[in-house]
C-alpha cells in the first residue's frame, strides 16, 4: 500500500493554469477510474473537487479538470484564484479493497 | 444537510486503547460505506479503514490491520473506531467520510469517492 505519488509544490500566478500530477501503479490509478481529489485549506477538513477521475460535484468551479493517462491522473486548475491555495490530495481505490492517498501537494497563488 | 461529528479523541500512553465514534445525519446512514482516514500533524491524508452498509465486510490499511476495529451502529446512526496497542505513529486527526452511494430498487450502490467528511478528532499517543 504505497503511496501514490505527487509533487510537493505547485506554483502560479493569478490568472494562470497549474497542473499537478498522481502516480500509482496499474493496481492502482492505472487499474480503475476511482480516481478521486480533494482539497483541504489549513486546519479544515478535505473537500471533495473532482471524482472519478474527470467528474466535478455540484457546486465545484468548473475551473477544476481531471484527467488520466495510464498510471497518473492530474488535476489542472485554470485561472488561478488565491482562494484556490491550498493542499490538494488524490486517491485511488485499490486492487487490495483499500484506498491510497498521494502525499499531497501544496498549492501557492504568487 | 449531512453532518458528520467525530469525537473520543484525547491523549493516551502507548499500548493503550481508545474508541472513536462518528455521529451521522442528514442523510440514510444505513445506505452508505463509512471511512475512517487520518492526518499526523503536518502531514498527508492516510486511509485507515472502511465498513459497508449493514457492518458485514471491512478492510484495512496494514498499518493498523489486527489493531483496529472499524464498526457502525445503524439504528444510533453511528461509525466507531476502536484503536488498541496504539503506538506514537498513530498520533493523528482522524476524519470520518462517508462514500456516495445510493440504493435503488432493492439494491445499493457505491461510488468509491468520499463527498463529506467531518471535522476530525485528535488523538495524541504519547507517554
Known amino acids: 500500500q504505497s503511496a501514490l505519488t505527487q509533487p510537493a509544490s505547485v506554483s502560479g500566478s493569478p490568472g494562470q493554469s497549474i497542473t499537478m500530477s498522481c502516480t500509482g501503479t496499474?493496481?492502482?490509478?492505472?487499474?480503475?477510474?476511482?480516481v478521486s481529489w480533494y482539497q483541504q485549506h489549513p486546519g479544515k477538513a478535505p473537500k471533495l473537487m473532482i471524482y472519478?477521475?474527470?467528474n466535478r460535484p455540484s457546486g465545484v468551479s468548473n475551473r477544476f479538470s481531471g484527467s488520466k493517462s495510464g498510471n497518473t491522473a492530474s488535476l489542472t486548475i485554470s485561472g488561478l484564484q488565491a482562494e484556490d491555495e491550498a493542499d490538494y490530495y488524490c486517491?485511488?481505490?485499490?486492487?487490495?479493497?483499500?484506498?491510497?492517498f498521494g502525499g499531497g501537494t501544496q498549492l501557492t497563488v504568487l | 444537510e449531512v453532518q458528520l461529528v467525530e469525537s473520543g479523541g484525547g491523549l493516551v500512553q502507548p499500548g493503550g486503547s481508545l474508541r472513536l465514534s462518528c455521529a451521522a445525519s442528514?442523510?440514510?446512514?444505513?445506505?452508505?460505506?463509512m471511512h475512517w482516514v487520518r492526518q499526523a500533524p503536518g502531514k498527508g491524508l492516510v486511509w485507515v479503514s472502511r465498513?459497508?452498509?449493514?457492518?458485514?465486510?471491512?478492510s484495512y490499511a496494514d498499518s493498523v490491520k489486527g489493531r483496529f476495529t472499524i464498526s457502525r451502529d445503524n439504528a444510533k446512526n453511528t461509525l466507531y473506531l476502536q484503536m488498541n496497542s496504539l503506538r506514537a505513529e498513530d498520533t493523528a486527526v482522524y476524519y470520518c467520510?462517508?462514500?456516495?452511494?445510493?440504493?435503488?430498487?432493492?439494491?445499493?450502490?457505491?461510488?468509491?469517492?468520499?463527498?463529506?467528511w467531518g471535522q476530525g478528532t485528535l488523538v495524541t499517543v504519547s507517554s
Open positions: 442528514g442523510f440514510t446512514f444505513s445506505t452508505h460505506w
Open positions: 472519478d477521475v474527470s
Open positions: 486517491t485511488s481505490y485499490t486492487s487490495s479493497g483499500t484506498w491510497v
Open positions: 467520510a462517508r462514500e456516495f452511494g445510493y440504493c435503488s430498487g432493492g439494491s445499493c450502490y457505491h461510488y468509491y469517492y468520499f463527498d463529506s
Open positions: 496499474s493496481s492502482d490509478v492505472g487499474g480503475y477510474n476511482f
Open positions: 465498513i459497508n452498509g449493514d457492518g458485514s465486510s471491512t
